[in-house]
């Protein structure tokens, strides 16, 4: 999608040679130039309101209950940012996957954007066990910001759920 569906993206170069050779760790020196930090940013995500969130796999229960969502946030990429950004939920909103309202702020941080994503899963509580219904994945890269409806795809067969949408807000800054 990065680049309109033709041809193929390269890897960030550190991720496609051998890995380089670690240097010894001088001791430092009173005056010595220091190492530039490595930059680092911060990810925004406001999870405001879900539209027409349907059952999952578009199969109502036999008990003909409304739906119970809540969206699930992970942050892919490198394993530091993996380690260091858990996933975290929105709360559940209860009886409502028409136009459920969650208004939670989430905040992430990223070392590496050329291969950091941010999912987005609306999972609808249930008993014995929690459902799926669909999902949006956005490369950083490719994150648009501001505020933005996030179209949903099944999470089953990867099909777009027609309607199924997050309106998110998202910010990225450099720390």
């Known amino acids: 999608a990065r680049n309109g569906g033709v041809g193929y993206v390269l890897k960030p170069s550190h991720l496609r040679g051998p890995a380089p ?28 309101v879900g ?15 409304i739906i119970d969502p809540y969206v699930v946030l992970r942050l892919g990429g490198v394993a530091q940012d993996m380690d260091d950004n858990p996933a975290l939920q929105t709360k559940v909103v209860y009886d409502n996957g028409f136009n459920p309202e969650w208004d939670q702020k989430f905040r992430f941080t990223v070392t590496d954007l ?3 994503s941010i999912s987005l899963t609306v999972v609808t509580k249930n008993r014995p066990v929690d459902r799926k219904i669909g ?18 795809v099944s999470c089953s067969d990867g099909s777009p759920l027609p309607a199924a949408a997050l309106l998110c807000n998202f910010a990225l800054e450099e720390r």
Do not use: F
């Open 135 to 152: 999902e949006a994945v956005v490369h950083l890269r490719m994150l648009r910001l501001g505020y933005r409806t996030v179209p949903l």
């Open 21 to 48: 050779e670690k240097k010894p760790v001088a001791e430092a020196i009173p005056g010595a130039p220091v190492a530039p930090k490595k930059k680092s940013y911060e990810l925004t995500v406001e999870v405001l």
């Open 51 to 65: 539209q027409q969130i349907p059952h999952p796999d578009n199969i109502i229960d036999a008990s003909n209950e």
């Open 114 to 116: 050329n291969v950091a």
